[in-house]
DNA sequence: TTTCATGTAACTTTAAATAGTGCGTGAAAG
DNA sequence: CTTTCACGCACTATTTAAAGTTACATGAAA
């Protein structure tokens, strides 16, 4: 299945929002992720809906945080994106009239929904700040390393 | 994304084989299954090398269970049909240059490793006879209903 | 009033699962 | 020994959802 990288990328703009400070265009931020503004645009979208970031057009528009890193989970932005499906694994058929089918689908229902109950809480439990902290670090570590020649984009 | 049900699909098989007690052929296990004899091949190829089922050529032959169902766990036969990936959702980019999506990687992953530790610890405590006592206790359920009147396919 | 930037709808491309076709192989029936 | 049955496998086609792209409208600042 091709998986989804919507919730990986909307958390890397957002960092990138916030060590920017000033707003940035979908442009800018595009160029950072590699992708294209109407992209940014979309997956922001969600984002502005739920109140977590703003959006101003025009000169010296772009995307602003609205809220404080501390105060949005990564289940906040996993939300605000629409939710979408955890799992690469399925039903093959949702309310089956065989029993057979049945049987395996309240069997695998029942693991595939702790599962997911379990990355909800983990998310739950992780803020932007916390992000950013760990980002921060890795920048301190990499300055002071021997090896440390790579840029950081955007 | 499109979701992979093969091992909800190859677990409704096996139970489908251990009801009928003599061989199935691919064709009457895709026509319990609605789907092309094939595919059941498919399928079912990795149980075989893996030793869970037999299949015999020519007249009289099909497919068969090689092994007690207690002694099959879901575990097993994720495993047989090649551990495809379990979780819908993945990082943009893997061994990243950015130390931002580094940072949010390594958060990701951590909850994502996680989750699919804990499914696989599930699928692991569920054996095929488990299930099979499931669909037999849904059959006695049905029967003694006063609205029972589908019938079980295959 | 021109330029910049978002908002959105529609369309195209791409990746992965699933479906299907054709032909080869081997075993049993006649 | 030849026909029929059934799996084995390589290859192609279809389908679905994400991602990318184009086009144009809207609204704000220079």
């Known amino acids: ?59 010296g528009g772009g995307w602003t945080i609205a809220k404080s890193l501390a105060d949005i989970t990564m289940r906040d932005v996993y939300d605000a994106i629409g939710r979408p499906s955890l799992m690469a694994m399925g039903n093959r058929t949702e309310a089956p009239g065989c029993l057979v089918e049945q049987a395996v689908n309240a069997a695998l229902d029942t693991s595939f929904l702790e599962a997911e109950a379990l990355l909800l809480a983990r998310f739950g439990e992780v803020t932007l700040a916390q992000l950013a902290a760990d980002f921060h670090a890795r920048m301190a570590a990499r300055s002071t390393s021997p090896t440390a020649q790579e840029h950081i984009h955007g």
């Open 1 to 59: 299945m091709k998986r989804d990288s919507r919730l990986s990328g909307v958390l890397h703009v957002l960092l990138h929002m916030a060590e920017q400070g000033a707003p940035m265009t979908s442009d800018q931020l595009a160029k950072a992720m590699q992708t294209h503004p109407v992209v940014i645009r979309r997956i922001l979208g969600g984002l502005r809906d739920a109140g977590f970031v703003h959006s101003e057009k025009g000169h």
